[in-house]
């Protein structure tokens, strides 16, 4: 502590009247000290060690200048108050500038040096969002991408490149700068000289936040980083070394990461002739759980458009997404359901791809997953039902009447703690409905009890969804009102729609669908008896003047039905 007191002291002096070699000296003592007791970075911002330490970054002399970056760095470890201290002295702006003009410099004290400074930066911005801001806005990104590029020789440095960059990496504003730089290039031609699964493995980590950005997504694919990924795919996927496992996976995952921008994906798909795709491909009936789960992903990513959805359904490809859901019927991994029933469904979104999965038997597959308690594949499976039966009158009615689901929907309509699953449950209750128009169906869903959740469906949040509902109780008025009429009295009905044509925030589609169901609700004479309680001729012959001519027709219409009735 004595020798560090007196270091103190002597950094203290200025260093116009320090010898390099006293510098070195108490430099030397100080690092000592750090290295000794982690506890000594506060007491050394205390004693205001931080400014002309600083200082002596102006220093020419080399080995001073290397003792302070190590000194700083060890401070500014772990430590926010040795980093705040830094930043007020100006530190990090100067070590910045030492950066940039060493930079192209390959002698190995230079080297040396860039090493510690980039080292000390790291540590002076790990885990500071504010602090990586500051250096981003310093311009470090492009400065440390070229440093990468002259000196990916030295492992050293490069090594402390890739920490930085992983530091600032998960920073929107850092992704926007990369991306003008040629960083995907660098990493990827770095990537390739790696034989260490560690050395791999950082890499790696930069790479995952980067390609989030999907201009740096295209730039990766470009730069050839697919067919790196597609080769440790085809080396690990037999191996049970653990390492191997994890490479397997990070890379896996990575290329599932590069589909999800248009124009990677769309680069990738190539027509559906892409040797990429057809790889990919290959992965759906291997034995590996992560590489079926990367090759369903990416399947749900190829069918992001209709005509890559069309080309692949042509193609055979629900075949192999059926074989594979098969495969995980029983106890089966449930992220590899979640990510097949994610592939059907967005396969099933063109118009011209839903008969044709219908008849593959892409229906009865998903019901074989009706049993699963987990809500992501819940989810899925009610979102693949609904996509499938749009417009496909038969489908609708096969299913509406299939009481095992129509009765599982009805319990799904309560999960309150799994709201996609509550939404997606009434969503495929009314699309049965609307898309069969059958009593048969209708009479399936009273029986089960869901008329209460499609009342309930029409005071959504969602306008889509209240709409939904809206047509599909119409449709239950006009051909099932006798056997539904005592759930819609319960379920109060007539109270939803006053509040909802009352309501000057309802949209115009709203208003317009609650007076037609209220012409329909007249035909029950309890249901009737309701709505003359209720002056609705009040409130629907405002609505004559609304802004929207169909509304205001409805008015009329719906005024005048009631003025019979009354």
């Not at 109270?495 to 589609?509: F, G, K, M, T, V």
Request: charged content about 25%.
């Amino acid at each position: 502590m004595d020798n560090l007191s007196d270091a103190l002291k002597k950094l203290k002096i200025t260093t116009t009247d320090s010898t390099a070699d006293s510098l070195e000296g108490c430099l030397d003592c100080l690092l000592q000290a750090l290295a000794q007791n982690k506890f000594m970075r506060n007491p050394c911002v205390d004693a205001g060690l931080i400014p002309p330490l600083v200082q002596l970054l102006n220093c020419k002399d080399q080995e001073v200048l290397l003792q302070t970056g190590r000194a700083l760095g060890n401070i500014c470890y772990d430590s926010h108050e040795g980093r705040n201290a830094v930043d007020h002295a100006g530190g990090a702006h100067i070590v910045v500038d030492h950066i940039r003009s060493l930079c192209s410099k390959t002698d190995p004290a230079s080297e040396k040096l860039l090493t510690v400074f980039c080292g000390m930066l790291m540590n002076y911005s790990n885990e500071n969002d504010t602090l990586q801001s500051q250096l981003i806005n310093m311009g470090v990104i492009p400065t440390l991408v070229k440093l990468l590029g002259i000196h990916c020789q030295n492992a050293a440095l490069t090594e402390m490149c890739l920490v930085a960059f992983g530091n600032l990496a998960e920073l929107e504003s850092s992704k926007e700068q990369f991306a003008y730089t040629n960083i995907a290039e660098e990493l990827v031609k770095l990537f390739k000289k790696q034989i260490e699964h560690d050395k791999k493995e950082m890499i790696f980590e930069v790479l995952a936040p980067l390609a989030e950005n999907d201009v740096i997504k295209l730039q990766l694919v470009e730069a050839g980083l697919v067919e790196c990924l597609l080769e440790i795919v085809q080396k690990t996927v037999d191996s049970d070394k653990e390492d191997d496992i994890a490479e397997l996976k990070t890379a896996s995952d990575l290329m599932v990461l590069l589909l999800l921008g248009d124009e990677s994906m769309q680069k990738l798909f190539e027509g559906g002739k892409g040797s990429v795709f057809q790889r990919v491909l290959s992965w759906i009936p291997s034995n590996s759980h992560q590489l079926q789960l990367a090759g369903a992903l990416a399947i749900a990513n190829f069918a992001r458009n209709d005509g890559n959805c069309i080309h692949m359904v042509d193609n055979g490809i629900v075949q192999k997404l059926m074989d594979l859901l098969d495969r995980h019927v029983e106890d089966g991994n449930v992220t590899v359901q979640h990510a097949a029933l994610s592939a059907l469904r967005n396969l099933a979104i063109p118009v011209v791809n839903k008969a044709k999965m219908l008849s593959a038997g892409v229906a009865e597959a998903v019901l074989k997953f009706l049993r699963s308690e987990m809500p992501p594949v819940q989810f899925k499976l009610l979102g693949t039902l609904r996509m499938l039966i749009d417009a496909q009158a038969e489908a609708a009615e096969q299913l509406g009447k299939n009481v095992k689901l129509v009765e599982r929907l009805v319990e799904w309509c309560e999960a309150k703690d799994h709201a996609g699953v509550m939404g997606e449950s009434n969503r495929l209750l009314s699309a049965l409905i609307r898309h069969s128009k059958s009593k048969d169906v209708i009479r399936t869903i009273v029986q089960s009890g869901g008329i209460k959740h499609l009342v309930t469906m029409a005071t959504s949040e969602h306008v889509i969804m209240q709409n939904e509902a809206l047509v599909a109780l119409a449709l239950i008025a006009a051909l099932e009102l006798v056997t539904a009429e005592k759930d819609l009295e319960n379920a109060q009905l007539v109270q939803i729609l006053h509040r909802l044509l009352s309501d000057d925030r309802s949209a115009p589609e709203i208003k317009y669908n609650s007076m037609v169901l209220i012409c329909a609700l007249i035909g029950s004479e309890p249901l009737q008896k309701e709505v003359q309680s209720m002056a609705f001729l009040e409130v629907v012959s405002k609505l004559r003047s609304h802004e929207n001519k169909t509304v205001a027709q409805q008015a009329s219409l719906t005024e005048q039905r009631l003025a019979v009735e009354s």
